[in-house]
């Protein structure tokens, strides 16, 4: 008889494991948020294409339909790319979030200046900008819920409020409400979005934070605010992970972590060369420390599930990332859940674990 209940108990507890192995991270958080991750059109086939399957249920296209691949001329559009991900997205009910149509980085060359190579008046380069949203936004209207409006345009420097970026010495400011309102009447059910990175850091997050209200103030259609989330071992702590939720979510915007990653190195802006002697093995002191602060955020991110609609990845796996090649070119970084053979890492237990 007590034989028969431990093979029973047996049986139970294997069938259980095997459920969990089918189980990925969207069936973990399906009552929390879409899980998501950015891709290139190269990972819809093969292996990385069955995990995307199995462990996501958004998606990013990580560089596609930025301005520069998607919009290479001013009257030629290229859609490979971007089509490619949207109709995988579709075959295999995944959401899609659209990544960025407004950003000072891998814009087109022809953007900012005309046939001579003179810079645009503000009212040219607010007609292309217009231009620009207008198509890729109405192309893919009903297929992207949520787009990333205007990415990273807070400056770096503490003193100013804006980047003085191309966008911003031809246009001031009004390039941001200008675009919102653009994407907002090609698509009034997409989702609007502001993006930038180092939101949690208290100087940067009060500046984005009153950009953010102006918006607001103004009638701006903005929706929520994207925190990329390219953060480290070292930071965000708990406290900083929390004021910032409640901060942008007072002004009644959604949040959403836009491109997740968890570096095993501080955080650093500038391009270098790798010092000498400077190492880059992925210590089980490190792997530790990674898998604390993931487990941390992931418990705050589902504490706040009431305002974060979406948590994504940037990059699939360790396999590849492009901490690789920032800031230390050809310094290897293994910032996500999966290594570099596609296997789930310590990790990833820990932000299923709840
Ligand atoms: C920023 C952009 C992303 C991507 C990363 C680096 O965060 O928003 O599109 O380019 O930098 O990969």
Redesign the pocket.
């Known amino acids: 008889m007590r034989l028969l209940l431990i093979i029973i108990l047996c049986m139970i507890a294997e069938l259980t494991s095997a459920q969990d192995t089918y189980k990925g991270l969207k069936d973990y958080y399906n009552d929390y948020f879409p899980i998501g991750v950015a891709v290139s059109p190269q990972a819809l086939k093969g292996p990385e294409a069955t995990l995307i399957e199995k462990e996501f249920a958004s998606m990013t296209p990580?560089?596609a339909m930025?301005m520069g691949p998607i919009h290479p001329e001013e009257n030629r559009y290229y859609w490979d790319d971007a089509d490619a991900i949207v109709a995988f997205a579709q075959q295999h009910n995944i959401k899609l979030r659209g990544?960025?149509l407004c950003?000072h980085?891998?814009t087109p060359s022809w953007i900012f200046t005309d046939a001579k190579g003179d810079t645009v008046s503000k009212e040219v380069l607010l007609r292309r900008l217009k231009d620009h949203i207008t198509t890729v936004v109405s192309r893919y209207k009903g297929k992207i819920y949520a787009w990333?409006v205007v990415?990273?345009a807070v400056a770096d420097d503490p003193s100013k409020l804006l980047r003085n970026s191309p966008w911003y010495k031809i246009c001031g400011e009004d390039f941001i409400s200008k675009a919102f309102e653009y994407a907002h009447a090609a698509d009034p059910d997409a989702k609007l979005f502001y993006?930038d990175?180092n939101t949690e850091r208290p100087e940067k997050r009060e500046r984005v934070y009153f950009l953010l209200k102006q918006l607001k103030k103004s009638n701006v259609p903005i929706d929520g605010v994207g925190l990329?989330a390219?953060w480290s071992i070292f930071e965000p702590n708990e406290q900083e992970l929390r004021t910032a939720l409640d901060k942008f979510s007072s002004l009644g915007l959604q949040v959403q972590i836009t491109?997740l990653d968890i570096s095993i190195y501080p955080w650093e802006k500038f391009q270098r060369e790798r010092r000498q002697g400077e190492t880059d093995v992925f210590t089980s002191e490190l792997e530790t420390k990674q898998m604390e602060q993931y487990k941390m955020v992931f418990s705050i991110f589902r504490e706040y599930k009431q305002v974060i609609t979406g948590v994504t990845f940037?990059n699939i796996s360790d396999k590849h990332t492009?901490l690789d090649y920032?800031p230390v070119k050809g310094r290897k970084n293994y910032p996500l859940l999966f290594d570099q053979n596609l296997k789930r890492k310590k990790a990833y237990g820990e932000v299923v674990k709840f």
């Open positions: 990580e560089n930025k990544h960025a950003w980085e891998q990333d990415n990273e993006n990175y990329q390219h491109e940037w492009w920032y």
